[in-house]
């Protein structure tokens, strides 16, 4: 191997230029490519793409919990819907496989009651079992998104809590 | 997310953020390859240590969700890290990585991120990240693209 040789080998990963020249480069790259993947797309198995979809929420919930939403949106109850409808076609499967009523499940992911501990204990385990072949899913990960969304939904309803609570506070040692 | 440190062996925990304007200032065309002022309008990210400003690498893309896929335009490590002397192991490997977890958390099982093949690396990484080759695109979709990302991603 000549020297030039294998100094270029030491070196592939200093960098790629991967930008296109052309419009037309592109276009034409994309088409040969999105006919390939088409082909790839149609022979994924069923546990691939459940494996792809569950991998799609714990990276939503990941980056939930490092850059959480201040909004009005209930995003435990969105995440929930999402693992239950990744993996069974009825939820009321589900409710049966964490021995929970089909109607308190319906009520917590719409929103019209709080899980209870207990559930989130089972969504804890169950989930462990569900993502063992996708990564390591963090079994706090439940828990967090639920009380990060409790802050973020106290911080950004102040202005409706605030005034009533406040007149029931006062500090007496400060002027 | 984590890198290696070769001489040591040391496993040092690192982030990828977006590049700021002022990163502009520190970066130049002789520590990292390639004029990255070019990409100011693109969306960059850089690789550093945990905590601190030093960029060890950069990667420019281009969200493509037409087609769902993420292309990679630009990549690079800096100079001591590149080569037989390198101080740090895997800052690629992350840097595609998460543009892979940023595929999967918008495409799910439709995912890709691509590079442009060029012959002299095209065999690298088909053979280090397992990518396949369609024409003069490399590219990484399901399975694949998920077994990228269990490798990298230790968070």
């Known amino acids: 191997m000549t020297k030039k040789k294998k100094i270029i080998i030491d070196n592939l990963e200093y960098g790629v230029d991967s930008r296109y020249a052309t419009a037309k480069e592109k276009d034409h790259d994309s088409i040969a490519l999105m006919k390939a993947r088409l082909e790839k797309m149609n022979n994924l198995s069923a546990e691939q793409i459940l494996q792809a979809k569950l991998m799609q929420l714990k990276l939503k919930m990941e980056s939930y919990l490092k850059e959480p939403v201040y909004d009005n949106q209930n995003h435990f109850a969105e995440f929930l819907k999402t693992y239950i409808d990744s993996i069974y076609s009825k939820r009321s499967e589900f409710a049966k496989d964490i021995n929970v009523t089909p109607v308190f499940l319906s009520k917590v992911i719409n929103s019209h009651r709080e899980p209870k501990e207990e559930f989130i204990l089972k969504l804890m385990i169950h989930s462990e079992k569900a993502f063992k072949k996708v990564g390591k899913f963090h079994n706090t990960t439940w828990y967090q998104v639920y009380y990060q969304e409790k802050i973020c939904d106290t911080i950004s309803n102040q202005s409706k809590w605030r005034p009533k609570i406040e007149k029931h506070v006062k500090l007496s040692h400060f002027k | ?155």
Not at chain 2, 32 to 57: A, R
Not at chain 2, 99 to 128: D, G, N, P, W
Not at chain 2, 129 to 149: A, R
């Open chain 2, 1 to 155: 997310m984590t890198i290696v440190e070769v001489q040591s062996g040391k496993v040092i925990p690192i982030e990828i953020l977006l590049l700021e304007n002022d990163d502009y200032k520190s970066i130049s065309e002789s520590r990292y390859y390639f004029d990255w002022k070019k990409e100011k309008k693109q969306e960059v990210y850089k690789l550093v240590i945990n905590g601190q400003t030093d960029i060890l690498g950069l990667i420019s893309i281009e969200r493509i969700p037409s087609e769902w896929r993420i292309h990679i335009r630009l990549l690079t490590v800096s100079k001591e890290n590149s080569g037989k002397g390198k101080i740090f192991e895997n800052i690629v490997g992350n840097l595609m990585t998460h543009v892979a977890k940023l595929a999967v958390m918008e495409f799910a099982e439709m995912a890709c991120i691509s590079l442009k093949s060029k012959s002299a690396i095209e065999q690298h990484y088909i053979k280090k990240y397992n990518m396949s080759i369609t024409g003069m695109t490399l590219s990484l979709e399901v399975p694949e693209i998920l077994n990228l990302i269990k490798q990298y991603d230790h968070d």
